[in-house]
């Protein structure tokens, strides 16, 4: 006899297939305060993290070999310095797939986004008649 088995509570669930990414767009994503902070922090550390290392090590560089007055010694902070300016102009590209790894920090979305549905105001356009108080004679055809 074949061994069967039933999963009774073993039910996935339909929203764990829905990806963020694929439920909000990035305009959206960035509407949202707290989503937005994270997403940009991310960013932002990332790129520390990537390039913060080499674009120092290249104004030492550049320091040592061209006896400028700006790379003199005392201007040691002049590596981070460049490492702001270069980030304030990049073209900033962000990982939305962070939110699809990490569902539980896209949270604030689906709440604002319930409460975006439930401000929405009904209009209904009132049509009124005026209703006469003079009666009709159907014989004289003309209102008394």
Not at 49 to 57: A, N, P, V, W
Not at 60 to 78: C, V
Request: charged share 30%.
């Amino acid at each position: 006899m074949p061994k069967r088995s039933i999963n009774l509570f073993n039910d996935n669930d339909e929203n764990d297939n829905y990806k963020i990414t694929e439920l909000f767009t990035q305009d959206e994503i960035m509407d949202c305060p707290e989503v937005a902070d994270f997403i940009i922090d991310s960013h932002h550390t990332n790129f520390i993290i990537k390039l913060e290392d080499r674009i120092c090590s290249l104004v030492d560089f550049l320091g040592r070999y061209n006896s400028a007055p700006n790379f003199l010694p005392e201007h040691q902070e002049l590596g981070l310095e460049f490492v702001d300016l270069i980030y304030k102009h990049i073209n900033k590209e962000y990982d939305f797939e962070l939110l699809d790894l990490n569902p539980k920090l896209a949270e604030p979305l689906f709440l604002e986004n319930n409460v975006d549905n439930k401000k929405k105001p009904l209009v209904i356009n009132k049509i009124t008649i005026k209703t006469q108080n003079k009666k009709f004679d159907w014989g004289t055809k003309t209102y008394k």
